[in-house]
């Protein structure tokens, strides 16, 4: 993979802070208003909170509800829930992703054949229900997760990206360089809830962390769970690699929530590297 210069040294100065950020007080919720942002919204301790008819997580701290609502990365500039069947709207603030250019050798995976784009449509039709299922149960440690690997960030978060001089979709997770070989671990608790070997994510674990909460892990060389695995946050699952659209070893790690690809650094314990 080669990043243009001009990109790297955005790279390097781009943190999420940049973002817009109001704190909550007394709590660890995060709450950016953006895209591929989190809000977290108290509410009151009865009622149904939706978006797009969906339930969203919700969550209680010290006597409070909170609603969490992951915000898609192409969200514009509101996010209607429902509360009670009120509609509640929330004003999203401006945030510029920075741009990414990428050229990936095997033209293939940047346009790919008919037969490609078959395949490409089946696990498309397996990856979407995960992401927008929601199970009861909440895994304790959801917003105070672990990285999978260690190592540096090579690729961002949201980043705007083209492969090849081509407009792609944004860069839904963080990227992590280490070597072939090296451990993922369960970022937080969960279910393994689906495993793959897909033409872009290459090796992949999805774990879901429950209501709506749901990481994948990508371009593993190795995958040591199976479907139905109930995980605890530091377990082993497998092993970084450079499966699928990647052109050299690294962790590919998406968070989802509400169907919301969002940035996982959001989540992370305290005492983890940003
Ligand atoms: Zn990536």
């Known amino acids: 993979m080669t990043i243009k210069k001009t990109a790297l040294a955005l790279l390097s100065v781009f943190t999420i802070s940049a973002g817009a950020s109001t704190a909550l007080p ?14 977290s919204l108290p509410i009151d301790n009865e009622g149904a909170v939706t978006l797009n008819d969906k339930p ?6 010290d006597g409070q509800r909170y609603a969490v609502i ?10 209607t829930l429902k509360i009670d069947g009120e ?9 510029a992703y920075e ?21 490409i449509g089946r696990e498309y039709n397996q990856m979407t229900p995960v992401y927008q299922s929601f199970s009861a149960e909440l895994t304790p440690d959801w917003n105070q997760m672990i990285l999978p690997t260690t190592g540096p960030y090579s690729s961002a978060f949201g980043l705007k990206r083209f492969f090849n001089g081509q407009a792609r979709n944004p860069h839904s997770g963080i990227d992590i360089a280490a070597p072939e070989g090296k451990n993922i671990i369960a970022p937080a608790g969960g279910t393994v809830v689906l495993t793959g070997d897909f033409f872009f994510n290459g090796q992949s ?3 879901d962390h429950g209501q709506g909460l749901i990481s994948m892990m990508c371009h593993m060389s190795r995958i040591d769970v199976k479907e139905g695995d109930i995980v605890q946050q530091g377990e ?4 970084v690699g450079k499966t699928g659209r990647a052109t050299g070893p690294h962790l590919h790690w998406t968070v989802s929530l509400n169907n919301a690809r969002v ?6 314990k305290a005492d983890q590297p940003k």
């Open 56 to 61: 969203v997580l919700t969550t209680q701290i």
């Open 263 to 268: 940035n996982p650094k959001l989540l992370l």
């Open 99 to 119: 741009e990414q250019h990428i050229e990936i050798k095997n033209t293939r995976k940047v346009n790919p054949q008919k037969n490609d784009m078959d395949r």
């Open 70 to 79: 992951g915000v898609s990365l192409k969200a514009e500039d509101t996010l």
């Open 236 to 239: 082993l699952i497998g092993a």
């Open 87 to 95: 509609e509640q709207p929330q004003l999203l603030e401006d945030f």
């Open 26 to 39: 007394n709590h660890p919720l995060p709450n950016h208003p953006i895209a591929g942002g989190i809000i």
């Open 205 to 207: 674990v999805f774990i």
